[in-house]
């Protein structure tokens, strides 16, 4: 069984679709809430998962001081162990729950990101090809833009044929 909790789990998905230090992303989320809905999403239901981490630790910690070795309940104690089993039940569905949001927020975020790049990325290349030409000095006259480049299939070859 791995060491790292859900909550780390999502640290690290998060972290790695951003591309930033969580700090940095709460931050941003905070001050900035509009600009990315998507990151605002991840980090309430992050925040919402570190509620939940702490109450299934608790959960546990109650549950294990409740069951240690060579320890007898006693009848209220065995209703205590039943309801913290069932709360630390609750408590890790919850943080599943969170987990998987987490990860469904993330994949959106991978899949709006190429269709909201490409039209930047067009517009980025052709502002490079524009910049390609040299300043026109204000003595000179300006050069005629070169035509653009026709698309479609090629044009059928004219012509005798032997």
Known sequence: MSTATML???TAMIQKAWGQPIEVLEALAVRRPY???LLRTAMHTRMAMAITDSA???HQNRLHALSRPGHVPTFYE???ITTSAVSLRVAHTESRAHLET???VVEAREAAVPAARAPADRLAQAAVARSGRAPNA???VPTPPAPSAAVGPPAPATGPRR
């Open 8 to 10: 780390d789990q999502a």
């Open 56 to 58: 299934l630790t608790t």
């Open 35 to 37: 600009e990315d809905l």
């Open 102 to 104: 987490i990860r469904r």
């Open 138 to 140: 204000p003595s000179q």
């Open 78 to 80: 065995e209703e205590q």
